[in-house]
């Protein structure tokens, strides 16, 4: 997706937003989500922050992400993520999360290869239960990608598929 066009998902999920609360949780984006959403004027009626979490220790000392679950199946997998979406609602005391984790490469990572990638959008009440959530995990598959450009190409594909699970999660249903 082209600058763009993220520009205008960015607007789009915020809109949806509201005026309900967000933070981010980054490992593999390194804070292109929180840079994607603070593009767009207005931002700050919904964003209040995000923790950049790239090490497994800080996914667990900042964001709660279970020892236990890093030291048996590494930072790549689903439940990181959920549990890192989980933990920035209750750090930044936030309704909505969004949590990226995964390997952008150029090496494997965890057992797992280059484009796999795990999102994970929560919705918690304010004392911190969890009310709704959605999680995708992404092959992204790199055989049109130039080596030299796929690490971007990873990340970009992570924030775009992160702003839609979360445009999605905080639009009211549609009428049947």
Avoid: W
């Amino acid at each position: 997706m082209s600058s763009d066009g993220l520009y205008e998902l960015a607007t789009d999920t915020l809109a949806a937003l509201g005026e309900r609360t967000l933070g981010v949780a980054e490992s593999l984006t390194g804070g292109l989500i929180g840079a994607t959403l603070t593009e767009v004027s207005g931002a700050s009626r919904s964003f209040r922050g995000g923790v950049i979490a790239y090490a497994p220790d800080i996914k667990s000392a900042a964001l709660g992400v279970d020892e236990s679950l890093l030291a048996s199946g590494g930072a790549v997998q689903a439940q990181v993520a959920l549990q890192m979406a989980k933990g920035v609602c209750k750090q930044i005391h936030t309704e909505f999360g969004l949590a990226t984790t995964g390997v952008a490469g150029p090496e494997p990572q965890d057992g797992q290869v280059p484009g796999t990638v795990f999102i994970a959008v929560v919705r918690c009440s304010v004392d911190g239960e969890l009310l709704a959530s959605n999680i995708e995990a992404l092959n992204i598959d790199l055989s049109a990608v130039a080596p030299s450009a796929r690490r971007a190409y990873i990340r970009n594909q992570a924030v775009e598929c992160g702003l839609n699970l979360l445009k999605n999660l905080a639009s009211p249903p549609v009428p049947e």
